[in-house]
Every structure is written in C-alpha cells, then in structure tokens.
C-alpha cells in the first residue's frame, strides 16, 4: 500500500488543473508552486495515486477521470476529489477500522500500525507519512462533517437514523 507524502490536499486537487494548463514536469510544477522539485513529486504521486493523472515517461498526463474533472464546475470537481480520495486503499482501509471499532475512534499510534502493514516503509518514514494521512483525513472530516481529526485520534461521527 503507498502512502501518502504530500500535505496540501487543496494543491492536490489543483495538479489536475495545471496538468491540463500544460504544467507537466516535476520541474514545472515545481516552478508553479514554488517548492522543490523532490515535493513536486510527491504532489504529482499523490494526484496520480488518487486516479486523476497518469505518468508518461518524465511527464504526466490527465487520465479520464483527470479529464472529466478538469472539466466540471467547482462543486463536480469538489465531488469527484472527495470519491476518488475516499477509494484511496489507505483511506479506505482506516475508515473500514474506524467503522467496526467500538467507540469509533482510532488514536494514532492505531492509525501508524494500519499505515505500516503492507507499506514498503519502516522507522520514522511511517510518522511522517501518518502526517500526511491525518491531513487527508482531516480535509475529508472538514468536507463531509463524517470525521473528526485532532493530534492525536480520528473519531467518525455516526448520526443515528
């Protein structure tokens, strides 16, 4: 399972924008967002993990569900982001254990062993990463109102019917 190593979910959800602009290379993103050029590839990693670009040698490219949402409105893209971060395995993975955990609560150091099994990463790669998780999280509990993000836990708030 790859993890995340980009922070920013709102530049994540803007690569496809500027894929589209022409805005291609790790060095052209770079450029655009003013970071380096080692962060432009974890940006692009991200967008591209989450179906919405795709590699082509040294450069990327819009996939199909990147080309549809390039070209919706605001909300359309706000929707399609939301689903395609929702079927991310790592995403998918903590929200199936926070469904059937008890008090529907996981702290991090759950969080850090969920990241860690199956992730070709070890020592203090997987806190870092764990980092970026709880931001896309955070982003989703923001967005949806169905999780709550702090330092230290993520709680899904269940209404009852």
Do not use: C
Not at 9 to 23: M, R, T, W
Not at 38 to 60: H, K
Not at 86 to 108: C, K, M
């Amino acid at each position: 399972m790859k993890l995340p190593q980009a922070d920013d979910v709102a530049k994540i959800a803007d690569i496809p924008l500027a894929v589209k602009d022409g805005v291609d290379t790790p060095l052209a993103l770079s450029t655009r967002y003013l970071f380096g050029r080692r962060q432009a590839l974890y940006y692009l990693q991200a967008t591209e993990s989450l179906g919405l670009i795709a590699r082509r040698g040294n450069r990327y490219s819009l996939s199909r569900t990147g080309r549809n949402y390039t070209n919706l409105t605001p909300v359309g893209r706000k929707e399609v982001f939301l689903r395609s971060m929702l079927l991310s395995p790592v995403v998918t993975r903590i929200l199936a254990e926070l469904l059937i955990s008890p008090r529907h609560r996981l702290t991090r150091q759950r969080v850090i062993a969920i990241a860690s099994t199956g992730a070709r990463i070890s020592g203090t790669t997987i806190p870092r990463r764990v980092r970026s998780i709880f931001n896309w999280l955070s982003w989703l509990g923001d967005e949806t109102g169905a999780l709550k993000v702090s330092k230290y836990h993520v709680l899904m708030t269940l209404r009852s019917r």
